[in-house]
């Protein structure tokens, strides 16, 4: 696993450990790294950056900061690494279910910066895939209704069986160079109307 990793954000308020982890990064072979260490505008900052990764280093770990950092992590959609010296149940929980891409607790080791970023990456990648995968599941669920409730309005108003009415949605679609789900949309419209 080699992923091309050329610009990383790191949020950490202990100028010390960021430092480190700024340092440590650049010894892994990423040269654009920006050290965020305060919470003012950060989410302007991070897209001004435009980062591949966010590194997010929490010492302890107190709810408010998580939230903002996990409202940081849900807006700017790209793989999230967060450190934690210590978590709760419930906050590890939330942590996972905001998406990001890697929560590691009580673990920051600098010579695994690199592979626990590229796993994130990897991971955030197969989450993407997923959400694409489920909108177009979603389209096409609502193409279908869509195209039902067209072909039944053909069906009564032109007494059409459902293969005609379907094939009427079809031939028309194809000749206005447009989906199924267009012309079905036309058609409904249009019946509203009472056209």
């Known amino acids: 696993m080699n992923h091309t990793i050329a610009k990383v954000v790191v949020i950490d308020q202990n100028p010390e450990r960021g430092r480190i982890l700024v340092d440590g990064l650049r010894e892994s072979g990423i040269a654009d790294v920006a050290l965020i260490q305060d919470s003012i505008d950060v989410f302007s900052r991070i897209t001004d950056f435009d980062p591949d990764v966010i590194l997010i280093d929490l010492e302890n770990p107190r709810r408010d900061t998580v939230e903002q950092m996990l409202r940081v992590s849900e807006q700017v959609q ?41 796993v994130a990456i990897a991971r955030f990648d197969q989450y993407a895939s997923l959400g694409n995968q489920v909108a177009e599941l ?5 193409d279908r209704k869509l195209i039902d409730k067209a072909k039944g309005i053909l069906m009564n108003s032109r007494s059409m069986n459902e293969d005609e009415a379907h094939a009427f949605l079809r031939r028309t679609a194809m000749n206005e160079k447009k989906r199924i789900s267009e012309i079905a949309s036309v058609v409904i419209a249009a019946n509203r109307l009472g056209l």
Do not use: C, K
């Open 138 to 142: 979603r389209q096409q669920l609502e």
């Open 78 to 118: 790209r793989p999230v690494v967060m450190f934690a010296d210590e978590s709760e149940p419930d906050l590890t929980r939330r942590v996972v279910q905001s998406g990001v891409s890697a929560y590691i607790v009580d673990g920051l080791h600098v010579n695994r910066l690199r592979s626990i970023i590229e």
